[in-house]
């Protein structure tokens, strides 16, 4: 018998990017060891509360056992993550627009200065793009003095590169 097809929803799994600097590694190694730090109370926690009885109807155990079971898929797709990680080179100039490069944008008589990461560590505020955004992408590859043109949300927009970092 065949499975049935299904459409991919706003829930379907997305693979982490393994595009990340040497912050974002250290970060990442530091909430790995805060979660095997705690995972061996959660688990007496969990021990003491299945002591009391019937299952069912335990919900201190019910939550303790979630609690767990978080903290657990916590270190496992921390780990993996930390162990898929291809890390960013420093920010080099080499007269084109790179992965870790800052770049200073004219758009509108207004200077925006972005930073291309990956997408683990966007954080448009602060002017940190990922790469595979339309802004990021339509950046990359281009020079010092060019006019790119990125089309997002039915408008169009000029952004002229004015320094690379």
């Known amino acids: 018998m065949r499975a049935p097809y299904r459409k991919p929803t706003k829930f379907s799994y997305i693979p982490n990017d393994p595009l990340m600097t040497t912050d974002k590694l ?4 530091d909430k790995l060891e805060r979660l ?3 995972r061996p109370q959660a688990a007496a926690d969990v021990s003491q509360l ?6 069912s ?6 939550l303790a056992k979630g609690r767990l ?3 657990n898929q916590g270190i ?3 780990d993996k993550q930390i162990n898929q990680a291809d890390i960013i080179a420093p920010g080099k100039n080499h007269g084109r627009v790179e992965l870790g490069n800052i770049i200073t944008v004219e758009s509108g008589g207004k200077n925006k200065i972005f930073q291309i990461l990956g997408s683990s560590e966007t954080d448009p505020r602060k002017g940190i793009i990922s790469y595979s955004s339309p802004i990021g992408a339509a950046l990359l590859g281009h020079a ?3 006019t790119v043109k990125i ?4 408008k169009e927009t000029e952004y002229k590169i004015i320094k690379i970092e």
Do not use: P, S, W
């Open 36 to 38: 095997k730090k705690i």
């Open 144 to 146: 010092v003095g060019e």
């Open 57 to 62: 109807e335990n919900v201190e155990y019910q």
């Open 151 to 154: 089309k997002i949300g039915g």
């Open 69 to 71: 079971r978080g903290i």
């Open 26 to 29: 250290a970060e990442l190694k």
């Open 50 to 55: 299945a002591q009391l009885g019937d299952f």
């Open 76 to 78: 496992i797709d921390t």
